[in-house]
Every structure is written in C-alpha cells, then in structure tokens.
C-alpha cells in the first residue's frame, strides 16, 4: 500500500484522538517530533488502528523527464522522436497489388475484346478499354503521393506511360521523398532491358544466320 500525500489519516495517542492531518503533514510532524512512532493512526478502510511507525512508503518520486512533461506540455519532441519518427500510413494501393490488379485487368479485357470485336484502334473502343484501368491507377497515384486524377493522362496513347510507368517503379510515399527505394530501381532496371532486347529483336538489328 503507498499512500499519497493528500490522503487523510486519523491520528491518535492513548485515549486520546489528535485529530486528522494529510498524509504529508503527518510525515512532516513525525519528522519533527510533533508526532511519535508509538502514536496510532487509522485510515478509512481500515479495520483497526495501527502505530506510526508502520505508516505506509510515500509515492516514489516521478521522473525527471515525467516531472519535466508536466510542467512543460508544449515542450519540442525528443531527440530519439525526430530521429525514429513513426511511420506514415499512405491510402490506396501498393506496387504488388497495382501490378496483380492490372495483369487481371488486362487478361480479362483481352478475352473481352476478342469475344466483342472490340477495336483497340478505334479511339472510342479505346476509351472503354481504359476506362477499366482508370479506378486502379487513381488509387496507385494517390499512394505515391501524386494527385488521383492524373489518372486521366492514362487515357492518352503514349503519352499514358508517363503515369503508368511511375505506378509500377515507385514505392509509397514517393512524391515526398523523390527517391526509388531499391525494389524500385530493381523494377525500372528489368523494364529497361526488357524494353531494350524488344527494340532489338523486333527491328531485326541483330544479324541473321546466313
């Protein structure tokens, strides 16, 4: 049991009741000989008196930051707070939902447009295409940190790689860092090559066996 300061006691010597103190003025007059030891005391609750020398420890005292926080609560936050902040939490989707949504998307719409005729070439045939597409790289944009309906510029032949290719490279969070994280660069380094032995092998640069 600990007692706090502000806690009531009653205090007694023989028949006699003294009165009742806080706690802190009790252990100011036991300190300064106004009360004794042998003296008996009683708290609420209790079921009988018991001497002063058996009165219960004060509260420890509370630390030097605790105590610091009281009397400052608009204090700056602490060094080990800048230096680990705590994570933020970005909206929509990541890089392996974006790229497991979009091989779906695009299986599917593939069986579609040979089902239905559809015409990729036909710009209003295009549109529909793309319009599926739309709602998953708004949400992609938004968790790099790019506004949602750049989205929009996806519906532009050639122009659209300008947005699709930062959904497939870019972590969470990237508008605010403006740096790849590695899994990042690993993606664009693939695609690169890939995009590369594709030029060559389609123009037919490499020589032919004779």
């Known amino acids: 049991m600990i007692l706090e300061p502000t806690t009531e006691i009653f205090i ?31 708290i609420e609750g209790m079921e009988e008196w018991h001497p002063l020398s058996s009165l219960p420890p004060e509260p420890p005292p509370l630390p030097e930051r605790a105590l610091e926080d009281e009397k400052n609560p608009y204090r700056p936050p602490l060094a ?20 497991l949504l979009f091989m779906l998307l695009t299986g599917g719409l593939g069986y579609l447009i040979d089902r239905y005729q559809f015409k990729p070439e036909s710009m209003l045939d295009h549109l529909v295409v793309v319009s599926f597409f739309l709602p998953i ?21 050639l122009v659209s790689m300008i947005i699709l290719l930062p959904c497939l490279f870019c972590q969470a969070g990237y508008a605010t ?28 640069l490499l020589p032919q066996p004779s």
């Not at 949400?139 to 750049?150: A, C, D, E, Q, T």
């Not at 380094?189 to 590369?196: A, K, N, R, T």
Request: hydrophobic content about 45%.
């Open 12 to 42: 007694g010597r023989g028949e006699v009741q003294k009165g009742c103190f806080k706690a802190a003025e009790v252990r100011l007059k036991l300190a300064n000989g106004t009360l004794l030891p042998t003296d008996l005391y009683w």
């Open 80 to 99: 080990e707070t800048l230096l680990n902040p705590a994570p933020v939490k970005h909206s929509g989707i990541g890089r392996r939902l974006y790229l």
């Open 137 to 157: 790289i708004a949400l992609r944009l938004k968790n790099i940190g790019f506004h949602p309906w750049s989205c929009l510029i996806a519906a532009v032949p």
């Open 177 to 204: 860092s403006r740096k790849l994280d590695k899994p990042g660069r690993i993606a664009m380094v693939v695609f690169l090559v890939l995009f590369v032995a594709t030029v060559v092998f389609s123009s037919g």
